[in-house]
Structures are given as C-alpha cells and as structure tokens.
C-alpha cells in the first residue's frame, strides 16, 4: 500500500489566533491534532483591555500564568490575578483568559523546549508578510505562473535566510525538535 502524502497527514499542533470557530473546524478536520491559542495574541488582547500605566505590573503577572510548570499552577496565578487589585480593576482579562482556557491548556503540557516555539503564530505571519510585500507593488498578475515568479524567490529566501537571519529563524529548533519526537512519537517520523 503507498505511504500517506505529507500534505495529507494530521498535524500535530495548530497555533490558533483567536478566531471564533477555528478551533472546532481544526478539530473536525483533524481531530488528533492539538489545538492551542496563540500566547502572545492572548496576551496582546489582554493589555488591550488595560491602561497602560498598568502594563508594568500586569505583564509580570500574565507571564506568571503561561509560564507556570502545570496547569494547576497557571490555574492558581490565574485565580492570584482575578483576586488582586488588577483582576478588580480589569475583570474583562481574567474573562479573556477563562475563556480561552481550553485552547491554553495544551500548551501547557508541552515541555519547556517546545513552549518555545509553538507559544504564538508570529512566524506565521511573518512569513505571510513577506509574501504580501513582494506581491504588494506589483497590483495585479496576468497569470497564475506571473505570480508564481514572484513569490518562488521570496519562499526561497524563507527557506535558506541570510547569514544574519538563520540563528534567528532556526533558535530552539533543535532542542524542540527532540522534544517533539518524544511527545509525538507515534505521530512523527524525523528523517
């Protein structure tokens, strides 16, 4: 029997950004995959729901919950925050968060190594933002092969970055890798 195509298999993990419905439509569609919401979106969308003058104290707190070693803990910095004077101040963000646990709470069963690299779908978008800059002046292409030319060169440099770039791209990849054949091990096959 011929081996399943790459492109047909599961994923393991998918970074959502919180988009309504996602999360369900992922899980219909690949429902061994592990459903996780984007830390820094979360993040993000809670010091959108704060002055400013109170990042300085909020941050460190919001840290204390997606860096906790188990859910328990992220659980008991949770109910820390909505007790203290900020969660009385700001009862939306404890809200956000409650609210999104579900999709939170896989992350935090991944080992620190991974944490690392599947905590926000920033890489994502940065490589969509490539893609849409090198088409962005260009208007309109008379053929899908046209656009083609255009975005190849533009992959390419993703795929093989510049000298300055690799550390960037590649940090934590190697350690994370090793973790995630662990973790997946009947799912992954690293060659």
């Known amino acids: 029997m011929a081996a399943t195509p790459p492109w047909k298999k599961s994923p393991c993990i998918v ?35 704060s002055s400013s003058k109170d990042h300085p104290k909020l941050v460190p707190v919001l840290k204390a919950v997606y860096t906790a070693p188990t859910e328990a803990a992220a659980e008991q910095a949770l109910d820390a925050l909505e007790a203290s004077d900020l969660g009385e101040r700001y009862p939306a963000i404890v809200r956000t968060w409650r609210s999104a646990w579900p999709e939170f709470t896989p992350y935090l069963a991944f080992p620190p190594a991974m944490r690392t690299v599947v905590y926000s779908t920033n890489m994502v978008e940065a490589i969509n933002s490539r893609l849409r800059k090198a088409t962005r002046n260009r208007g309109h292409f008379p053929s899908e092969q046209a656009a083609l030319k ?24 190697k350690e994370a890798l090793n973790q995630f054949s662990l973790f997946f091990e009947d799912r992954l096959s690293i060659q």
């Open 15 to 49: 970074v959502c950004d919180g988009l309504k419905g996602l999360p369900d439509a992922v899980t219909a569609t690949w429902p061994k995959a592990t459903v996780q919401t984007c830390v820094i979106h979360l993040t993000r969308a809670s010091l959108r729901l």
């Open 150 to 173: 255009v975005l190849y060169p533009a992959v390419r440099e993703q795929i093989n970055p510049n000298a300055r770039d690799a550390n960037h791209v590649a940090a934590h990849w």
